[in-house]
């Protein structure tokens, strides 16, 4: 069956569909995943309107559609096609453009010569280790650029001053040097991790000039938190390292962060005072570490709601540990806190140890494993 025939349903089926959590990695399955981000309104209502009255949309005449590729709506999928270079002949109204799942090994200086209305670009699992200094130089408008999977041992050079997302996860880079995001001031997400990068790979002044609200540099080689990241932060995953404690000035900078996860490290301490940087935090991923007792500050935290802490080696939970003593002091109840696979007793906690709780079910503990 031919694609306008069946993308009617398709766009009903995707107006209905949750949107894509953010703490996750980016995984783009088809083109439909950002096609329909941003899209004309009008050119899909005038799309429905015509197919309901069975007249059939009239497409102006462009450039015929590369070989093997599905060209609709502005968008062009030419995934899954073997392509070891860009295709030639992608129309230039184009905003989507996929690329994913192909054997590309390089993008030249004009392989997206006057796709000026590109919005987004999907070049997912592909094999690209070089990229031309001056490669995405027509694009005025992009938007995404998702990147993952792929060979490259640097971030490109001449990223658009427009980008607001980059997904790079999943390459070989190991060194992130000064000025690399120069100009990319509209950016507000970059997911990074699944790379080979330590801490000593960030040159003073890498994330110079960026405003991000999320950063991911999980599954890489870091053993501590990376100084001098965007103090607009509100989400930092760093979850999948090697680091083995949080000092008091890894996160004096970031005030606005409602978002921090820590998961799956070695961490064995959290220095006192650490956590009091972050006044507006909601939600603390600590679990799979080696922490022997429930960091200290949480008491303070106002808004605090998620803490996970399950699978460490916390051997006791304090009365005062959670929950402030008085009242007024706390603006939200916890919604969850996770204690199991601890080698703490649940039958020694005191009750009144979770009275700013929402309720009992709230509370996870379970039977202790040795490790």
Known sequence: MMLSHYL????????GLPARSPALPFEQRTFLDFAMDNIDSDVVTAFMRDQEEGSGMEVPDRPTCPFGCRCQLRVVQCSDLGLTEVPEGIPLDTKFLDL????ITELKEHDFKGLTNLYALALVNNRISKVHPRTFSPLKHMQKLYFSRNHLTTIPQGLPQSLVELRIHDNNIKRVSAGTFSGLSRMNCIEMG???IQNSDFEPGAFKGLKLNYLRISEAKLTGVPKDLPDSL???HLDNNQIQAVELEDLKRYKELYRLGLAYNRIRNIEDGSLAFLPKLTELHLEYNRLNRVPQGLQNMK?????YLHVNNITNVGVDDFCPRGSGMKR?????????NNPVNYWEVQPATFRCVTSQQAIRFGNYKKK
């Open 8 to 15: 009617p349903l398709l766009l009903l089926c995707l107006a």
């Open 100 to 103: 994913q799942n192909n054997r």
């Open 194 to 196: 699944s790379n080979p």
């Open 234 to 236: 509100q989400e930092l």
């Open 303 to 307: 808004y605090l709601q998620m803490v």
């Open 332 to 340: 939200t109840f916890y919604n969850g806190i996770s204690l199991f």
